[in-house]
């Protein structure tokens, strides 16, 4: 079964091992370090937990997916998502994880 968590600090590095993992074969993008990472949430005063989700089966980070609320227009938030990373390519938590994240 899998559980969905927000962010907490404890995640960078779990979050890091598995970007890395999961864009290893990626033309475009990769996982940035902890430490950049974790420099670019302190930093940023519209930096939300809610909008970064993660999935654990049996207690063990299996993906995530990182999203944002950039700015809100009359009333109408505009939203920003990253890929979900998911090493294993699993369907079943991708879907859960985009259903969190369009929810």
């Given at each position: 079964?899998?559980?969905?968590?927000?962010?907490?600090?404890?995640?960078?590095?779990?979050?890091?091992?598995?970007?890395?993992?999961?864009?290893?074969?990626?033309?475009?993008?990769?996982?940035?370090?902890?430490?950049?990472?974790?420099?670019?949430?302190?930093?940023?005063?519209?930096?939300?937990?809610?909008?970064?989700?993660?999935?654990?089966?049996d207690?063990e980070?299996?993906?995530?997916?990182?999203?944002a609320?950039?700015?809100?227009?009359?009333?109408?938030?505009?939203?920003?998502?990253?890929?979900?990373?998911?090493?294993?390519?699993?369907?079943?938590i991708?879907?859960?994880?985009?259903?969190?994240?369009?929810?």
């Open positions: 079964m899998i559980e969905l968590r927000n962010y907490k600090e404890e995640y960078i590095k779990d979050q890091v091992r598995l970007g890395f993992e999961a864009t290893r074969d990626w033309v475009s993008t990769g996982q940035l370090p902890a430490s950049v990472i974790k420099r670019i949430y302190e930093s940023n005063e519209n930096f939300t937990p809610e909008t970064r989700h993660y999935a654990f089966k207690n980070m299996v993906g995530y997916v990182i999203s609320i950039d700015r809100e227009i009359d009333g109408i938030k505009e939203a920003s998502m990253q890929f979900p990373k998911i090493p294993s390519k699993d369907k079943e991708e879907k859960i994880l985009m259903e969190k994240t369009l929810t």
